[in-house]
């Protein structure tokens, strides 16, 4: 399945219309790796959690502007206001994500401190967000899948949207981690875990190739407000945010474990 998932991610870049067929690939290795990892309970409700509340939330901020801003998604396949497909990619790019928390700072299992099962979720929530900061402006101002109704500063996205994102997807972690807190399996080796982790990690890195494949043209986009924005200028600053954030967390995050690695005691005989 990792290979599978990389590969579809290098031809995304030149086809995106294949993204959806990628984002269910990912789930599937979600529900695998997680299963695998965590027991098939424990993913089970990291699944309902990431979906149920990142739609009730998308919903919520639809009508009342909290707490992403005023918005409203382009063309059918919606639950209720919300397109289908918008909760896998959560659940796709938040366990990634998830996963590199618990690299950086620490895994949940049962009965682990405080500190691990509130800060890797906060951890998590950030690496998530990194992934929209160079996502959200390509598919909305340039491709308008979602309409910023008000507009906003970051080339036409809005600083709310970004805090609503970390709000919504620490939600959903912290549910998680309190699970794995309560009732979750017990701790494991770090030996153990390397080999999963490095999947996942890899997998969080390969999320950004679509954004090192830009079309070369210079076109100009007006958002709902009447501003208008270059769109060379949009796929560059895609780029740049990509590298040197989400690929940045995944280097802390391959260091991590390669000195992990080198740290382990040897087998006993």
């Known amino acids: 399945m990792t290979a599978v998932i990389l590969g579809g991610l290098v031809v995304t870049a030149f086809a995106p219309g294949l993204r959806l067929v990628v984002i269910v690939a990912q789930v599937v290795f979600v529900l695998a790796h997680g299963a695998q990892r965590y027991g098939r309970r424990s993913i089970g ?11 009730a939330l998308e919903n919520l901020s639809i009508q009342t502007g909290f707490p992403f801003g005023h918005y409203h998604y382009t063309g059918g396949g919606k639950i209720f206001q919300v397109p289908w497909f918008i909760g896998p990619a959560y659940l796709a790019t938040g ?29 998590g929530a950030f690496a998530m967000t990194a992934w929209d900061l160079a996502f959200d402006p390509t598919a909305s101002t340039i491709h308008q899948n979602w309409i ?43 030996q153990e875990r390397t080999p999963s982790d490095l999947q996942a990690v890899l997998l969080y890195a390969a999320t950004t190739i679509p954004f090192l494949v830009t079309p070369g043209e210079r ?12 769109t060379a200028d ?5 780029t740049l945010l990509a590298v040197y954030g989400m690929v ?17 005691p040897p087998p006993s005989t």
Do not use: C, K
């Not at 620490?106 to 500190?115: M, P």
């Not at 076109?219 to 270059?230: E, I, K, L, R, S």
């Not at 940045?248 to 382990?264: D, G, K, N, P, V």
């Open 248 to 264: 940045f967390i995944a280097l802390l995050a391959l260091l991590s474990l390669a000195r992990r690695h080198t740290s382990a």
């Open 95 to 123: 366990y990634l994500a998830w996963i590199v928390a618990t690299v950086l700072l620490d895994d949940v299992r049962r009965n682990s401190s405080w500190l691990t099962t509130i800060g890797t979720p906060m951890v």
């Open 219 to 230: 076109t100009t986009v007006t958002d709902a407000t009447g501003a208008t924005w270059n």
């Open 234 to 238: 949009i796929y560059e600053t895609s």
């Open 148 to 190: 910023w109704e008000n507009g906003g500063g970051f080339f036409g996205v809005p600083l709310v949207n970004y805090l609503g994102w970390t709000f919504t997807v620490y939600l959903f972690m912290q549910v998680f981690a309190l699970y794995l807190r309560s009732r979750g399996p017990l701790p494991s080796t770090q």
């Open 45 to 55: 409700v990291f699944v309902v959690a990431g979906l149920v509340i990142s739609n």
